[in-house]
């Protein structure tokens, strides 16, 4: 008689509802530490196993789940394949749009009395949840006042790239 192999298999799922783009094998997947391909049966002993994974920025991941607890970790009998599972899930980024109104001469207005965009679409002076990607920040200009060029994250002519995740602060401002 001849004892049967015993496997891992490790089954990613990557959640891309936020402008993310990753893939499961860009999580460097493992089984006690090596390197793991996802939905592929990696060769173990019986046993206890740990399923791992190097995580990226801008993605939440749950817990492991079906065959394995909640870090990981998962016993194989003799000649038996269990699978474990995760998912990751890319989060909205966030880009704070910032106006200063100095008002040094005189003048009253306030920012909102200039309508920003963001792609062409109403956007608000703060914090905008948005999908990752690429934007360009844009603003009704009003008699009087003189804007200066976009700065801090933003180009001169505001624009700006966001990854999952990530936050990033665009500045204007109008004398």
Do not use: R
Not at 118 to 133: F, I, K, Q, R
């Amino acid at each position: 008689n001849d004892d049967q192999q015993s496997y891992v298999i490790v089954d990613k799922t990557v959640i891309n509802d936020n402008g993310g783009s990753a893939e499961p094998n860009a999580f460097l997947l493992t089984v006690d530490g090596g390197a793991a391909s996802d939905g592929v049966a990696v060769p173990v002993n019986p046993g206890v196993h740990t399923a791992g994974e190097t995580p990226l920025p801008g993605y939440t991941a749950g817990a492991w789940g079906t065959d394995c607890s909640a870090n990981g970790s998962v016993t194989v009998a003799l000649g038996e394949t269990k699978t474990c599972t995760i998912t990751n899930d890319d989060q909205p980024a966030h880009l704070i749009l910032v106006k200063h109104l100095p008002n040094d001469d005189g003048g009253l207005a306030t920012q909102n009395d200039f309508p920003v965009t963001l792609n062409g679409s109403p956007a608000v002076w703060g914090d905008n949840t948005v999908d990752a990607g690429a934007y360009t920040a844009d603003e009704t200009e009003m008699a009087g006042y003189t804007a200066s060029v976009w700065s801090n994250a933003c180009s001169d002519a505001g624009a700006v790239t966001l990854l999952p995740g990530e936050t990033k602060t665009c500045e204007i401002t109008n004398d």
